[in-house]
Each structure stands twice: as C-alpha cells, then as structure tokens.
C-alpha cells in the first residue's frame, strides 16, 4: 500500500513538472498555416500577397544582394552596413540611452530543449532565474520557434518580457528579396501575435546584418531595428563548439568590460542567447557581475524609452518617418491587450484573429490541478 502511495506520489509530481513547462508539441494558440519552419518564406504564398498589396517597397535602395550576408572585399560605403563597416543609422538602435543601463538582450529562441540538470528546459530556466530576480528583458524570437513553442512566447509575454523579432528563419538578410525581408519580419510578428497578443515593433536583424535596403523594408513594414553596443556581444553562442569560448572565459571577458560600461556616457545593449543550457546558465551569471556595481539590466524598450509593441500586423509609417521610440514611458504588462500597447498610430491594415488560448491561465490550472493531487497523496500516504 505505502509503494503504492509513493508510486501515486511520483506519478503526480512527474505530472506537476510537465504541466508547467510548456512542451513543443503543445500548440494551442497556433493559428492558421505558416510558412515551413527554419525556410524563407515563400513570397508566392497567398497570405504574404495579401499583406505586401499594403506595402509599399518600390522606392527601396537598389541595393546588390549580398551572399550569406559575406562582407565583399570592395562595396559602396553609402549603403551604411553594420556588420561590414560598423555603420548605423539614427533610427538603429545601439545604446541605452541613461549610463549604466544595460540592455538585456536575448536571441534565438524560445528553446525548450529539456536542460538535465534542472529539469527544465533553456528559456524557461532563464525565465524562471529573471522572475526569482525581479528582472525584464528584450527576448529576440525567431518566428519558427515561436510557432514550435507559443506557449513559452506566452510565458514570457506574461512575466512583462519585451517579445521582438529576430525573422523566421534566420537567415543573413542581406542576402534576402525585399520581399522575403518583408515575410521574414511579418510571418514572425503574426506567430508571436498568435502567441501573445502583441504585435512587436522592434527586431534584430541576425548576426547584425542590415543594410540601408534592409532597413528600409524594416521601416515599410513598421519595425525599428536593434542592434547590440559594438563590442558587447559575449560570443555565448559558440561554448561547446568553439574551445576559445567557454562559461569561464565569457565571465571573465564579461567581468573586464564593467570599468568600460561605467564610463560610458550612455548605457549599453550586449549580445546573448537563450539557445542552449551553457548559454542560460552563463546569462545568469553574469547579471550579479553588474548589479554589483549598480548597473541596472532590462529589456530595450525600457532602456530607450519607447513602446514596445503596436496595435496591428502592418502600420503605415511612409518611410519618411520610423516607428516613435520615445513615444511613452510606460512599459506595459504582459496581459496588457493589443489596443492598449501600441506604438505609432495608424490604420489596421491586416485584421487577424485574436489568439484562442491563454496559456497562462491554462499553467495556473495546470500547477494548481497538480498541486491538488499532490495534496491528496501526501493525505493518503499519511493515513496508512
Ligand atoms: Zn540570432
């Protein structure tokens, strides 16, 4: 009878464990079709048709596409490239705006591989460290994750994380159609809308290639880009493949900047990943490095003092003019509604349903189900 009870008690507790944290498979919130993951997105498909009717791209730079985003050896400098001559334009965003602000930043994910160690998986372990810490940060999604993990998105959208784009397939966009830029950036904006509710108005373009053309797709579709503080990205992508990079030595790189950061005159975004187990359990090692000399991390839209989000899929800015990043001072909660979080007016030019699922509400029930049956065990082993 007492094995039985610990039986009960294990089958509960493996229960409780995976009702809250979200698995791949569990996509409630996904609607309708998109585009095949981790692939450019077909510019033919009826739906990016339908969304490139309201988008004007025919006065983009005529700009050479680029290969994989490869630097060539000779270019036109006036095509203002980051990743091959460190150009910015005044619309990019590269810094935090107060001294020793710091924009936390985390790309590639959500990935919900299960992390052994602790029984949980890379972004919800991270999510889990920044709540404990009472933290917010910028997570930079790629859109066919999103659409593999909505209820992670989810997660993160309720514990008041800045949700932004990071394209749907990753890919160089330099490298890219204008309008395959543009399906990039729309088809993730919509997984992570279904996912949310929220429309972000901010992305990063992938290893920080952007162009003028790049940008001015960007700006056609309503999206400003972030970059990262030239010279404060921690490389945390390349521990376990690049013997050069590990836990250590990006504690220790990391470390020798904080004399750097504290003379800036502005704040500062770095380069992090929520891509695998070393670089979470880096990225929370990092955060007492700094808070320990006052410096205070949080998510981009907060650091610039913008807004975060917009109130629909496509916002007509012309291109004349971007996306305001300045234009509020509140930073809204995750279970804010779309109409409320919006940036820069416009018409809504793309209606799209609303998401069906509200994942964390379907979580408490989850946890607190589990919690119940918990509970009853505990009662039961008791009275034996
Ligand atoms: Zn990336």
Not at 73 to 81: A, E, G, H, L, R
Not at 117 to 135: D, F, I, P, Q
Not at 356 to 366: D, V
Request: aromatic share 8%; with cysteine; proline share 7%.
């Amino acid at each position: 009878m007492r094995s039985f009870a610990i039986i009960a008690i294990s089958i509960v507790l493996i229960g409780s464990a995976k009702a809250a944290v979200p698995n791949a498979t569990d996509t409630p919130s996904r609607t309708g079709q998109y585009p095949v993951w981790d692939q450019v997105p077909r510019t033919d498909d009826p739906q990016i048709v339908e969304w490139l009717k309201s988008v004007d791209l025919s006065q983009a730079p005529n700009i050479p596409l680029s290969k994989d985003g490869t630097c060539p050896k000779s270019f036109d400098p006036n095509i203002c490239w980051w990743t091959c001559n460190g150009c910015t334009r005044p619309d990019d965003v590269v810094v935090c705006r107060k001294a020793k602000t710091w924009g936390l930043t985390y790309d590639d994910g959500p990935t919900n591989n299960l992390y052994f160690w602790s029984c949980s998986r890379y972004t919800k372990y991270l999510l889990e460290h920044l709540n404990k810490k009472a933290l917010t940060a910028t997570f930079f999604i790629v859109g066919s994750r999103a659409a593999e993990s909505p209820l992670v998105v989810a997660e993160e959208a309720r514990l008041g994380h800045q949700l932004a784009v990071h394209t749907w397939s990753h890919h160089a966009l330099t490298s890219l159609t204008n309008e395959q830029i543009a399906a990039e950036l729309l088809w993730t904006s919509k997984a992570i809308f279904d996912a949310s509710g929220l429309y972000p108005a901010y992305f990063r373009p992938p290893y920080g290639d952007i162009d003028d053309r790049v940008r001015y797709v960007a700006k056609a579709v309503g999206m400003t880009p972030v970059i990262w503080t030239s010279g404060y990205d921690t490389e945390d992508w390349q521990i376990g493949s690049n013997p050069k990079y590990t836990e250590k030595s990006i504690i220790t790189t990391f470390t020798s900047w904080i004399p750097k950061i504290l003379a800036l005159k502005t704040g500062f975004i770095t380069l992090e990943h929520d891509l695998s187990g070393s670089s979470v359990i880096t990225a929370t090692k990092l955060l007492p490095i700094a808070i320990a000399k006052g410096i205070k991390p949080m998510s981009v839209a907060k650091c610039v003092n913008g807004t975060p989000y917009r109130k629909s899929l496509l916002v007509h800015t012309g291109n004349s003019t971007v996306p305001s990043i300045a234009s509020s001072t509140s930073f809204p909660s995750a279970t804010a509604s779309v109409n409320s979080t919006q940036s820069s007016g416009g018409p809504t030019v793309i209606p799209i349903s609303t998401p069906t699922a509200n994942s964390a509400t379907r979580n408490a029930l989850a946890s607190g189900s589990s919690i119940a049956l918990v509970v009853l065990a505990v009662v039961s082993y008791s009275l034996l």
